[in-house]
């Protein structure tokens, strides 16, 4: 039995500045969102663009320019998902990693 679920995404080309560095550099970044993130922010009225620039903050970015997005669908299977999770979950207590720190 199939058991997916399909996200429908759309990807940003977004030009930053990054902070990160000692000497800060523009670099080109994707960021990819959910369709259902950017219909939240609307419900908030807040526009895409806004979104995408507290994204990039949280990050330490600082955005210069936004591109047009490209749509991507993500078809995700949830029995493999949770697969991957509980080896995870074990990898992690294996090696005496309690829950928050690893990345899953």
């Given amino acids: ?13 977004v030009l930053v500045y990054d902070s990160h560095k000692d000497i ?7 960021v990819t969102v959910a369709k259902n ?6 419900i908030v009225g807040q526009s895409s663009k806004e979104l995408i620039e507290r ?14 997005p490209s749509k991507v669908a993500v078809t995700v299977g949830l029995d493999k998902l949770v697969e991957q999770h509980e080896e995870q979950a074990k990898w992690n207590y294996l090696n005496g990693i309690s829950g928050g720190e690893a990345e899953t």
Avoid at 2 to 10: A, P
Avoid at 58 to 65: D, F, H, M
């Fill in 37 to 42: 993130q950017l219909q939240a922010a609307q």
């Fill in 55 to 68: 994204l990039c903050e949280r990050q330490g970015y600082t955005v210069l320019e936004i591109g047009k």
């Fill in 1 to 13: 039995m199939k058991n997916e679920i399909i996200l429908n995404l759309r990807q940003f080309p």
């Fill in 24 to 30: 800060g550099t523009e670099e080109t970044i994707v």
